[in-house]
């Protein structure tokens, strides 16, 4: 684990009632050593599995457990603790702290807190494997998950009900893990394997411009946060990332080479210089398909009552990379508004990838500008996976763990 990486970092810890929630011991304990200030925030139901003296101890801040326990007249204690935190983790999360959430109930001192931060939330469920798949649950979590908060899935095996099956909370190492990673996202921890390391990705992200005149031009809706979300999942398996970015409307990352474009003809020869010694070549970004004829130096004054831009096509860069590749693996992305197996196929074909991430832009959560994403992946064979509504960083975390495991099989001589 990375020593103290977590100093100066204030995480609020709210724990609900679950056989797991003995587990936030050991979870409160390793945040503290990594140098976080730990406070925690007990539901009633979570104080009969473990007690709060313990998690004070632990901590070493006063636990709190009931909303009316205002112990600092000069601050209101839910209040002052949502202020103050720079990440809330909820674990155990219950289906019922789930449900609250995605609802907007605030009926306990943990609920009331959460919808009064402005920080981050990271959650790891833990329930009865019937609960964890119930379509009520689901659901709430695809609605917080648009919200921007982020998961950690829980493990699958012996549940203290006696099932077997998906639902166990993760383990408070994992957790730990994926708290540092929240705040450090390119530095490596211990024990976390890097499969790309050695490897160098090429990822575009974001829209182009093409200009009309100094002042106008034509573009699209792409914010880049897909591109931008797959280049950081890249970076933080040990990549070697190059990201090609046009237009985008989401902070980029550091820890990788940035490479800054405006046109398709910009992202063009960006992609054809820096491909030839790349491993994986993504083409998240959407480019424009036409440009106008004629760009004018100055700005173009109103004179008629219409105006007739006489366009003409851009060259299709992911078209022109599956041409040249060579011992790449190229990853094109699909955004349509139906019948997506036949169109992803069928530009795969067409383009020479390996791989299509393809999603249907008109269902929502799968449209540009969101935070999150609904892919369907086909290969040569047809149908490799189809990911439900998951934000873009999960979607991208699978995506390169994917795309690693197949070179892997690929460089063995597994698979052609």
Partial sequence: MVTDSLKGKTILLGITGGIAAYKAAALCSKLVQSGAAVHVIMTESAAKFITPLTLQTLSRNPVHTDTFDERDPAVVSHIDLADRADLVVVAPATANILAKLAWGMADDMLSTTLLATRAPLLIAPAMNVHMYAHPAVQHNMSLL????????????????????GKGRLAEPEDIVQAVHQWFNP???????????????????AG????????VRYITNDSSGKMGIAIAEAARNLGAEVTLVAGRVSAALPDGMRIIHVESAEDMLKAVLTEMADSDIVIKAAAVADYRPVVRHDAKMKKKDS?????????????????????HQLLVGFAAETGNLEHYAMDKLRRKNCDLIAANDVSIEGAGFNGDTNILHLFDRSGSVAEWPLLSKREAADRLM??????????DAGEEQ
């Avoid at 390119?186 to 575009?204: D, E, I, S």
């Fill in 145 to 164: 998950s648009q919200r921007g908060v982020r998961f950690v899935e829980p493990g699958t095996g012996q549940l203290a009900c006696g099932y077997v």
């Fill in 186 to 204: 390119h530095v490596q921890t211990q024990g976390q394997p890097q499969p790309l390391k050695g490897r160098k990705v090429l990822v575009t």
């Fill in 207 to 214: 829209g182009t411009v093409e200009r009309i005149d100094p």
């Fill in 306 to 326: 219409t105006l007739t831009l006489e366009l003409e096509k851009t060259t299709d860069i992911l078209e022109e990379a599956g041409r040249r590749k060579q």
């Fill in 401 to 410: 763990i994917l795309l690693s495991e197949r070179l892997k099989r690929r």
